[in-house]
């Protein structure tokens, strides 16, 4: 299966600022998506990142405030903007890709603290 | 809508087995998912289910009815380590997957 590298790993921010999370992949994937994981509380679907195309959001979710990249195959990249100490979470990507037996992948977390 | 149920915690001793039980509904299936994950780790792949029936794989088996909406995950002869959350997710075709709130299992000796 495909292997995520996801950076940075952990990162403390002032509020009001803005951090961009990368992950990239070894091989292509049919697909990408990011999580956030708050404290505690499982893994909850931010978007789905379209290689090419604007990023399709789940209900609670908007571009403004989580602006997402897919310029190709094997990158994308997840900002949280204007931050502020709620969004202090675990942010998570995965990729899916069609050849893998079981298909999804994910990467190692993005551990974000808001202070 | 789409709505996935597990406990929230269970308890087990050391040697024992544990089954943790999930129910789900969604507007689309192609596939339960099971992961376990380590506080402060990403999520690690344990199982998946399509078909009905019992999958096994070493200590830990997972089961799926399709009729009834329900997966089970069976954990025997469990070790300190296996203290962790344990994540059903259910795949959409060609979507995420969407997880559950995980059920935190304690082994105590």
């Known amino acids: 299966s495909a292997v995520i590298s996801q950076k940075p790993s952990r990162d403390i921010c002032q509020r009001g600022t803005s951090l961009t999370i990368q992950c990239q992949v070894d091989?292509?994937?049919?697909?990408m998506f990011w999580y956030r994981q708050q404290p505690g509380q499982s893994l909850t679907l931010i978007a789905t990142a379209n290689q090419g195309s604007e990023a399709t959001y789940e209900s609670g979710f908007v571009i403004d405030k989580f602006p997402i990249s897919r310029p190709n195959l094997t990158f994308s990249t997840l900002t949280v903007s204007n931050m502020s100490p709620e969004d202090s979470s675990i942010y998570l990507c995965?990729?899916?890709?069609?050849?893998?037996?079981?298909?999804?992948?994910f990467g190692s977390g993005t551990r974000l603290t808001v202070v | 809508g789409q709505n996935i149920d597990q406990p929230t915690e269970m308890t087990a001793t050391e040697g024992a087995i544990v089954q943790i039980n999930c129910t789900y509904q969604t507007s689309g299936f192609n596939g339960l998912f099971w992961y376990q994950q380590h506080a402060g780790e990403a999520p690690t792949f344990l199982s998946y289910?399509?078909?009905?029936g019992l999958e096994e794989k070493g200590r830990f088996s997972s089961f799926l009815s399709r009729s009834k909406g329900y997966s089970y995950l069976l954990l025997k002869e469990l070790q300190m380590k296996d203290s962790a959350s344990y994540l059903c997710?259910?795949?959409?075709?060609?979507?995420?997957?969407?997880f559950g709130k995980g059920t935190t299992l304690s082994v105590s000796s």
């Open positions: 091989s292509q994937v049919t697909m």
């Open positions: 289910n399509v078909l009905d």
């Open positions: 995965s990729a899916y890709t069609e050849t893998a037996y079981y298909g999804y992948t």
């Open positions: 997710a259910v795949n959409q075709a060609g979507t995420a997957l969407i």
